[in-house]
């Protein structure tokens, strides 16, 4: 059974800092793709961050405009977990905040899959 568990989220003031994380299980982590995505009250699902593990084991992020310099994405192949610190938060942040994997079930296959968490909310207030 495949599951995606984010944990982390919560109250913070503006400018305050919040990491959330994200255990996989059920699917061979380290060849999937993960992302955090977030959704504001009456607002679109948005990209937040991605971050992939290469062949080598090098891991690369990217980021939305949105939180780029203010957001970093990681990850513990490890672990099975996927990290997002959160800095310099803002109002416009508050959101619930969901992991996301994906990936092939089968290596070299057109078999693509994606996996959703259940989301943690994140609410900058002060």
């Known amino acids: 059974q495949v599951q995606l568990v984010e944990s982390g989220g919560g109250l913070v003031q503006p400018g305050g800092s919040l990491r959330l994380s994200c255990v996989g299980s059920?699917?061979?982590?380290?060849?999937?793709?993960m992302n955090w995505y977030r959704q504001a009250s009456g607002k679109e699902r948005e990209l937040v961050g991605t971050?992939?593990?290469?062949?080598?084991?090098?891991?690369?992020?990217s980021y939305a405009d949105s939180v780029k310099g203010r957001f970093a994405i990681s990850r513990d192949n490890a672990k099975s977990t996927v990290y997002l610190q959160m800095n310099s938060l803002k109002p416009e942040d508050t959101a619930v905040y969901y992991c996301n994997a994906v990936g092939h079930r089968t290596p070299y296959t057109d078999d693509m899959v994606a996996y959703w968490g259940r989301g943690t909310l994140v609410t900058v207030s002060s």
């Open positions: 971050v992939t593990t290469a062949e080598s084991g090098t891991n690369y992020a």
């Open positions: 059920g699917f061979t982590f380290s060849t999937y793709a």
